[in-house]
């Protein structure tokens, strides 16, 4: 019963710490600057550089791309190529290749041919061939006969694609120098789909009579999404025309990096570009980007044949990221939380400065801690009339 | 006991316990509002999970045949192979809606299409090797006839150049509407090991063939015209142009085990600008080529392929419960139960509460150690109804300084009753009349410009200038009650006696009875002092008590509030 009632009572009472006032200016001071220092990490760090009042998702998107131009060689059966002969793939997806520099085998058929001279194919007869040898890292399946390479030379004869590639001699200017000149457009589009949030890198105020005479300069034009290739690669920090022989591979980078909060909402794309193969200098082992692709055809005798390009160029990598930051509730929740926590901890210190640096700790210790001895049952402190004792 | 030392002692907060209703209540719908949104934001944002973002793959498979009419190829059926474009994307598939083709070129020369003011009459409008963005090849300088009415200069290129630039209208394959897709989507939680799959386990080979998804909307076959028209927009418009669509599937998963859901959400949208003014190049085209060779000549069949890519976006989330992030959310929030008794501190401290209730509360939970530097001191008027409190000064008289607060007289009652209601020793031993008016010393000299009822004494300390009034008046130490109360022999000694009954009487020295009288003078002008303050009397009064009981060398101490003395010492008022 009276258990039950002083729950009752208990509910109507209000109680409240006790507080010691020390009027002396350094731990005033102390107390003071340590919350400064805690509000100030609360305030400066917290919020205004981790932003950690914000909920974050990351971008998704997706690019389309469009290269436009046209180049002339000498050095080829394709003297005129456009769109559709040096963009592979021709989607134009996040990823698309620029075709430099190749190697062209023209007219190959599925035939016997010698292989090309080194210290492992040479051959003086057919003893030196092994029929049916399949090198992983050759060129077809030997037949076992050795025959003339050329009026000097024999080698093995193979079971292949001939006449076999002669890759040795790549092209020291590139073939088509001038694709520095072409231009790509680079349509984007993302959303951040925890804010139900959409943008293009196509801004609102664009309009196509700007994007037709545009061109993507940081100075002048930031928003414009048409790059001239030579600029892109030289903002990489590279030579086109020494890129342009062997290859490689560049990336464009896109940044959305967004604060979606109203006070703050400002989303705009930043591009960037880096080179994202390795290039060190004179290195000999697979510099550049290359790969093979080739063009079949049938002649009237019904018979294919191919012609194998062995391709140089540089791919292009769109790389979308970002992260947008929304005020979120419970991150607001659970880091002013943590913060509240810190600040409860600054009387901590201010005591322990006060308790232990102070001349005269003695005194304020005796004000702060008071002793409750439990055999003595009184009250251990009388409260003594401090008026009219003389 | 001390060998315990620290290890021992328990040491807590001393607490000021109110037994209040009101604030009692306040406190618990404080507490009970900041539990509520805790809790609400705990269930609402479900921060008892840990999360895990998906990792998703997607395969696509597109099935229908399109026959279309062709000019000047006739009929053609197109079947996956042929519309779906040269090669497959990750994550996306394509769709040819509209194609433009140009058959049989050769590299060759051949005259430049007519664009835009690019005609010309004579070979000097054509640059030789001239070329730029929007040509088709490189000039050669001279300047042919394209039809029958204009000339446009010869280019060395793919000859016949493409002539036409704008897509045929309506699409030639319009009727990829009817196409239908199977999007399979395998996803993976990687944190709680989780893998499901969009073609959930109750979906068998024959609800796979008649599902639709106006009917069923987590079936994964999807019609591409509904694709589009949920994306708000128009088959049949946007396949003249083409565009991209995105598919968006998100999976918002709760893997706890009581309320496990764990299904795809399919959305669509278009996500290229529709309006060609604002863009450059609208809607989705590509060229690519087929090459042949006719009698060693290499020729291609360009064709510029319009068509709507189908993006498939895989997003989301799973939640599984989560005990340390239940903690930490619980441990961060804590904190702010401790707003409570802030903000009802607080409440009480300002005027809303009741000032009395304040003014208590505050003297009982604030205690101030007093250090040497600060020493306030209490004045009170005889024509003012409250106590000041005011700051010690070098410079001014205390009675010209400024109040740094103003206080509510507290009467100590024990005090009226020991000097008031004891009537045995107030009357019956009492001598001297209670209206005797001595001649004072004071009104000889002019009074001091800090006295208002010209009977204080002139006096070097600053400390010392005190009157007993504000206004111009009569003094207190004429009245007949503080003849009574202050100056009586009788209840000093019995004062004395009562506070040390074995004391020897007041001897000729006075000092007793004077010191007495001064703290009957404070009890009954101050009751109980403010604390941490000391009361300061009046200039008037303590004339007119060393008149009574004067010292035999004629030397006071004077009035030393807080002179290297402890805070009890300056409490007496030692003087």
């Known amino acids: 019963m009276s258990g039950w009632q002083g729950c009752v009572q208990y509910l109507f009472y209000y109680e409240t710490p006790k507080t010691l006032v020390i009027p002396n200016i350094t731990v005033g001071f102390v107390f003071r600057f340590t919350q400064l220092l805690v509000v100030l990490y609360v305030l400066g760090y917290v919020c205004l550089v981790q932003k950690a009042y914000q909920e974050t998702d990351s971008v998704v998107s997706t690019v389309t791309t469009k290269v436009k131009g046209f180049a002339f060689t000498n050095a080829s059966s394709i003297k005129y190529w456009d769109v559709a002969d040096y963009v592979i793939p021709p989607q134009g997806g996040n990823s698309f290749f620029v075709l430099t520099n190749m190697i062209v085998t023209l007219r190959q058929t599925r035939s016997r041919c010698p292989l090309l001279p080194d210290h492992s194919t040479v051959c003086v007869d057919d003893c030196d061939c092994i029929e049916g040898l399949n090198d992983p890292r050759g060129s077809g399946i030997q037949t076992g006969l050795c025959e003339n390479f050329s009026t000097t030379v024999k080698t093995c004869e193979v079971i292949s694609w001939c006449p076999l590639e002669i890759d040795s001699h790549l092209p020291d200017h590139a073939l088509l120098d001038s694709a520095e000149n072409f231009t790509v457009l680079i349509k984007n589009s993302i959303t951040y789909p925890k804010f139900n949030f959409y943008r293009r890198n196509i801004a609102p105020h664009i309009n196509s009579s700007y994007l037709r005479s545009c061109e993507f300069k940081r100075s002048s034009d930031p928003d414009c999404p048409i790059f001239r290739l030579k600029n892109i690669v030289s903002e990489a920090g590279e030579d086109f025309q020494d890129m342009a022989v062997k290859g490689g591979i560049l990336g464009i980078i896109i940044d959305w990096s967004c604060d979606l909060d109203w006070w703050a909402r400002k989303c705009s794309p930043k591009y960037s570009f880096r080179r994202l193969d390795s290039r060190i200098p004179n290195s000999d082992v697979a510099p550049g980007y290359n790969f093979r692709f080739a063009k079949y055809y049938m002649d009237q005798g019904g018979e294919e044949f191919r012609t194998l390009f062995k391709a140089y160029g540089i791919r292009f990598d769109v790389i979308v990221f970002g992260t947008a930051g929304k005020f979120g509730v419970v991150p607001t929740v659970v880091n002013l939380g943590a913060a509240l926590t810190f600040l409860s901890l600054v009387p901590l210190v201010a005591d322990w400065f006060l308790l232990t640096c102070l001349r005269k700790k003695d005194l304020y210790s005796r004000h702060k801690v008071s002793y409750l001895k439990e055999d003595t049952d009184s009250e251990g402190e009388t409260m003594r009339t401090i008026f009219g004792t003389k | ?575």
């Not at chain 2, 507490?31 to 944002?45: D, K, S």
């Not at chain 2, 009751?527 to 008037?540: F, K, Q, R």
């Open chain 2, 1 to 575: 006991m001390p060998c315990c030392g620290v290890l021992c002692q328990y040491e807590t907060n001393k607490l000021v316990r109110i037994q209040s209703v009101k604030l009692g209540s306040l406190k618990w719908s404080l507490n009970g509002a900041i539990l509520l949104f805790i809790c609400i934001m705990l269930l609402w944002n479900r921060s008892y999970q840990e999360f895990d973002l998906v990792v998703s793959s997607v395969t696509t498979k597109v099935k229908g045949v399109a026959q279309t009419q062709l000019p000047g190829v006739g009929d053609v059926v197109w079947d996956v192979v042929d519309y779906s474009g040269p090669s497959q994307e990750k994550n996306s598939f394509f769709v040819v809606t509209n194609v433009l083709m140009t058959k049989n070129q050769k590299q060759g020369k051949c005259p430049e299409v007519p664009l835009k003011g690019r005609l010309c009459r004579t070979d000097k409008d054509c640059e030789k090797g001239g070329w730029d963005q929007q040509s088709h090849g490189i000039k050669t300088g001279s300047c042919v006839k394209f039809d029958v009415l204009r000339k446009t200069c010869e280019v060395s290129a793919w000859c016949p150049v493409e002539t036409k630039r704008s897509p045929p209208r309506p699409a030639l394959l319009a009727a990829a509407e009817n196409f239908t897709v199977l999007i399979k989507n395998n996803i993976r939680f990687p944190a709680f090991n989780y893998i499901r799959r969009n073609i959930l386990p109750n979906m068998n080979d024959a609800y796979l063939r008649s599902c639709q998804r106006g009917g069923d909307p987590l079936c994964p076959i999807f019609r591409l015209g509904d694709v589009v028209r949920e994306a708000g927009e128009k088959f049949s418009e946007m396949a003249v142009e083409g565009g991209v669509i995105g598919i968006l599937i998100k999976w918002d998963c709760n893997l706890d085990r009581l309320m496990q859901r764990c299904l795809p959400r399919y959305s669509f949208r278009r996500l290229d600008e529709k309006e060609s003014n604002r863009t450059l190049y609208p809607g989705l085209n590509f060229r690519y080529a087929k090459y042949n060779t006719v009698n060693g000549v290499e020729e291609r069949t360009l064709y510029k392929a319009f068509g709507i890519r189908f993006d498939v976006m895989v997003f989301g989330q799973a939640g599984k419960f989560s005990f340390i992030v239940l903690i930490i959310y619980i441990g961060s929030t804590l904190s702010y139960y401790a707003l409570t008794t802030l903000m009802i501190d607080w409440l009480i401290g300002t005027r809303c509460y009741s000032a009395d209730v304040g003014q208590n509360y505050s003297e009982k939970k604030v205690e101030s150690v007093q250090d040497k530097q600060k020493c306030v001191l209490c004045v009170s008027y005889v024509d003012e109804n409250n106590i000041r409190l005011v700051k010690r000064s070098q410079k001014n008289s205390l009675q010209d300084i400024t109040p740094i607060s103003v206080q509510s007289h507290k009467e100590d009652t024990r005090h009226l009753s020991a000097c008031l209601l004891q009537p045995g020793v107030s009357v019956d031993q009492d001598h001297q009349p209670p209206l005797d008016h001595k001649p004072d010393p004071a009104p000889k000299s002019s009074p001091p410009a800090w006295c208002k009822c010209a009977r204080c004494t002139p006096s070097s300390l600053p400390q010392e200038e005190l009157c007993c009034r504000r206004s111009e008046g009569a003094c207190i130490a004429s009245s007949p009650l503080f003849q009574q109360l202050v100056l009586r022999r009788s209840l000093l000694e019995a004062v004395l006696l009562y506070r040390d009954p074995l004391s020897a009487p007041a001897g000729p020295g006075h000092t007793a009875l004077r010191h007495c009288a001064y703290s009957q003078y404070i009890s009954w002008r101050f009751g109980v002092p403010p604390s941490n303050s000391h009361p300061a009397i009046p200039s008037c009064c303590i004339g007119r008590v060393r008149g009574e009981y004067p010292s035999p060398d004629g030397k006071y101490s004077g009035f030393r509030p807080a002179r290297m003395v402890s805070m009890q010492a300056c409490a007496n008022g030692d003087l």
